[in-house]
């Protein structure tokens, strides 16, 4: 792991679940963690059928994105879409005399500019190649725009949608993660985001329309259609812009900090208004709450908000300011989570942007396990073990966080990176002890390093290291690239004459793979950690007493296949008068230097009966 000097913001703020709040029914997280995974399970079914190959992003590193501009117009009835982007951007290789972009071949590209001339282009394979008018070197500022039109294929797994709620048009696009391409031509990786980003949209007048940003301009074009103009002021990652019309009806509120207020707006459905209200009043109050953890929402200037669209490939997306809800879950019992969830996306995903899709754990492991810290602020520990006990669901976590960035939507997304990645998290906690974890995640959303940019792995990996002393590239090497799980061997030594205990501790994986990692140890009541390394460990703790409890991970801190403790176990024993013979199997602890034997006869103490140490795996001692 890399040692960098970063810059390190003074922690103002701390979580204080002290407040806690005890409200309404205690909420059944295993019904809810169910119901949640089936979704994640249908939801990677559905894209198993999409295994697009994607011409992909790799030769666009000539360029460097400032701002995009699209202004599209949509014919709801025919579903047909004119539309033209503008894209500014940095040269950042000398001699750049062409460049691509991620385009869906399924809309006919009509005209590209640059300065007011038309230049020659390919389209195929998904990228369009542009000839520039020039050749241009670091540094150099261009301009393009380029025209497309056609009709939007409506039956990928992403892209633009055209459906309907109870009777109504409702068209949205929903393009996480590599499906951006499918509506606008752009550079279509979560690495290389804008400045800053307008979006202008014409559509029938009779309807509402929901986008990223800021709403600045709503014109009313006297043709029976309407332009909206929408300006989200933030960097923004292709995957993350987002449209959404219909026939909404908007519920608003207020969020406020301090002396700034922010309005939260909701597109909803009129059928489903109340049922709305009931969800996502509660926003608010979380946006508050996960301030106090990650630090101030990063898009107080504009807003945030819930919009409705019907049959949303996923529960929910956090379109940047503007999550997509599906119409159809508002009223299941885990709804509110997931709004946690989305919510915390606006930090760890929006704002903090994934630099790889190798790494998305990182955004879908922040934003599971806040939905567990949401459950810890409403109902203490018992919500922050329940809802995480509830995510272990065994041998489906075995493979490993690391996914392979050029993957389709199927590999990319699945439950690991959901379920293992929040308790990553969870282990992280443990492991730095609640200060220092607070601390670290608190300081890497505030850091302007990655602050509107981009964070991997390493960086998280590296902040934990810097608020902490600790070295960590053990416990991020082996959570993000292990398959399985750690289970542990153990054997328990008391010495009366240093009122000590040793634990011998030995790691195995699932997987073959091993583990070090701190286990949490409870010895006669009394909570401690102890260090196992990925091979055999031994560690001393304080017992003044006689041994009469030892139970690892009580609270469930690790994601480990269980604890054995081992004793020597005796295959033959031979006894005549006088004489006896024990053969004992080869004992796992390789420090074990030797046995003492006892002899034992009702009434009596235990006698020592050998007079040297015995080594090997028998014994036999024809004086007894
Ligand atoms: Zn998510």
Redesign the pocket.
């Known amino acids: 792991m890399k040692r960098i000097i970063s810059f390190l913001m003074v922690l103002v703020l701390t979580p204080n679940f002290l407040l806690s709040k005890n409200i309404g029914t205690y909420p059944d997280y295993q019904k809810i963690i169910e119901s949640t995974n089936l979704n994640l399970q249908q939801q990677a079914k559905y894209y198993e059928q999409f295994r697009e190959v994607l011409g992909d992003s790799k030769n666009m590193d000539n360029y460097d994105v400032t701002y995009y501009k699209i202004d599209i117009n949509i014919n709801i009835d025919t579903e047909f879409i004119e539309s033209e982007i503008t894209m500014s951007a940095l040269i950042c290789e000398d001699q750049t005399a062409e460049i691509e972009m991620n385009f869906t071949n399924n809309l006919t590209v009509t005209d590209i500019q640059q300065n007011g001339t038309s230049l020659t282009f390919s389209h195929a394979d998904e990228i369009i190649t542009i000839q520039l008018d020039d050749t241009y070197n670091i540094d150099n500022m261009i301009e393009i725009s380029i025209q497309y039109e056609g009709f939007p294929d409506t039956k990928l797994s992403d892209g633009m949608k055209f459906e309907s709620h109870s009777g109504n048009p409702n068209v949205f696009t929903m393009v996480s993660p590599k499906g951006a391409r499918k509506w606008w031509p752009c550079k279509d990786t979560p690495a290389d985001k804008p400045d800053s980003l307008d979006i202008r949209i014409t559509y029938p007048e009779e309807y509402v329309c929901a986008s990223n940003g800021l709403l600045i301009e709503h014109v009313n074009n006297g043709d029976g259609t309407v332009t909206d103009k929408w300006h989200e002021s933030y960097p923004i990652a292709t995957y993350l812009t987002s449209l959404a019309i219909t026939n909404y009806q908007i519920y608003s509120q207020i969020y406020t900090s301090g002396d700034e207020t922010m309005p939260i707006d909701h597109y909803l459905f009129p059928e489903l208004y109340d049922t709305c209200v009931n969800l996502f009043s509660i926003t608010p109050d979380m946006i508050t709450f996960f301030a106090s953890v990650y630090g101030e929402y990063p898009f107080l200037s504009e807003k945030y908000g819930h919009a409705l669209c019907a049959n949303l490939s996923c529960l ?3 379109h940047q300011t503007c999550t997509s809800f599906r119409s159809g879950y508002v009223g299941d019992p885990g709804a509110e989570s997931t709004v946690a ?2 919510l915390a ?1 606006q930090w760890a ?1 929006d704002c903090l942007s994934i630099g790889s899709w190798a790494h998305v754990w990182l ?2 492991g922040f ?2 396990y806040s939905e567990a810290l949401w459950a810890e602020y409403l109902y203490g520990t018992q919500g922050l073990h329940d809802f995480m006990n509830a995510l272990d669901t065994g041998s489906n976590l075995d493979p490993c966080l690391y996914r392979d960035p050029d993957g389709s939507a199927s590999q990319i997304f699945n439950i690991v990176i ?1 379920s293992k990645g929040a308790w990553t998290m969870h282990m992280l906690r443990s492991v730095l002890g609640d200060d220092d974890f607070f601390a670290t995640v608190y300081n890497l959303m505030q850091d302007p390093q990655y602050k509107y940019g981009n964070f991997l792995t390493d960086d998280l990996g590296d902040m934990a290291e810097s608020v902490s002393g600790m070295e960590l590239d053990w416990f991020f090497h082996e959570w993000f690239y292990n398959e399985g799980r750690p289970f542990y061997r153990f054997a328990t030594y008391t010495s009366d004459i240093e009122d000590s205990l040793i634990i011998t501790t030995q790691s195995e994986g699932t997987h073959g793979y091993n583990f070090a990692m701190c286990l949490p140890v409870c010895v006669n009541g009394n909570e401690h950690s102890i260090f196992a390394d990925s091979g055999f460990s031994y560690n001393t703790l304080p017992l003044a007493s006689t041994l009469d409890s030892l139970l690892f991970d009580t609270d469930n801190w690790v994601l480990d296949g269980g604890y054995n403790e081992m004793v020597p176990i005796l295959d033959e024993i031979e006894a005549s008068r006088g004489s006896i013979l024990l053969v004992w199997q080869d004992f796992f602890d390789p420090q074990i230097e030797g046995f003492n034997i006892y002899r034992k006869q009702a009434g009596e103490e235990y006698i020592k009966i050998n007079s040297e140490t015995v080594t090997g795996i028998s014994y036999f001692d024809e004086n007894v």
């Open positions: 929910a997306m956090e969830h989305e996306h995903g955004k879908e934003a599971r959901y």
